[in-house]
T-cell receptor, first 113, second 114 residues
């Protein structure tokens, strides 16, 4: 099946710093999604990307769908303590062939006040 | 705001027993999913369900697992003869459509097999 490589695995940053994480795949995805998971909770959708090259923002979050459709990045600007959690990228395949969503291994973010 | 709800939040079961995990998807959604997350690991796709039948399943979803939509609101995952390695968080998700539309997740059921 399609595999996603997400990096970095973990980040330790100071409050106020910017953060960048990315996902790559050997396969093409038609949709890229970024989720955040707090301990003991389900993943919560942050940003959805539908078109190659698309750049989308949601507050301090910005994500881009790579031109090749095989990668995506998520940036968080001016991090705050509540940004702590695990961030997952997820890829969705073709509408007619693939209804499952594949997740990256996650980036664990720690923000020091 | 509509949300996916899952019950129970925690389930402890003895090895070899059967468990049923329950989900109520968002009401106007048509695609339903189950995912599994072993502690500290990534979220893994199990199965997608549309129009009262399985549309896709992963290699994890073997004969031990089954899904059902017994009525117009519930979506269940049954695990027969549970094994220790079935211990995980199980997440239900739903989406308006398949493929290109984002899925919304429930809070999960933590299953512990002892």
């Amino acid at each position: 099946g399609q595999q996603l490589n997400q990096s970095p695995q973990s980040m330790f940053i100071q409050e106020g710093e910017d953060v960048s994480m990315n996902c790559t795949s050997s396969s093409i995805f038609n949709t890229w999604l970024w989720y955040k998971q707090d301990p003991g909770e389900g993943p919560v959708l942050l940003i959805a990307l539908y078109k190659a090259g698309e750049l989308t923002s949601n507050g301090r979050l910005t994500a881009q769908f790579g031109i090749t459709r095989k990668d995506s990045f998520l940036n968080i600007s001016a991090s705050i303590p509540s940004d702590v959690g695990i961030y997952f990228c997820a890829g969705l395949g073709d509408l007619y062939n693939n209804n499952d969503m594949r997740f990256g291994a996650g980036t664990r973010l720690t923000v020091k006040p | 705001e509509p949300e996916v709800t899952q019950t129970p939040s925690h389930q402890v079961t003895q090895m070899g027993q059967e468990v049923i995990l329950r989900c109520v998807p968002i009401s106007n959604h048509l695609y339903f999913y189950w995912y599994r997350q072993i502690l500290g690991q990534k979220v893994e796709f199990l199965v997608s369900f549309y129009n009262n039948e399985i549309s896709e399943k992963s290699e994890i979803f073997d004969d031990q697992f089954s899904v059902e939509r017994p009525d117009g609101s519930n979506f269940t995952l049954k695990i027969r003869s549970t094994k220790l390695e079935d211990s995980a968080m199980y997440f239900c998700a739903s989406s308006v459509a398949g493929g290109r539309t984002e899925a919304f997740f429930g809070q999960g059921t933590r299953l512990t097999v002892v």
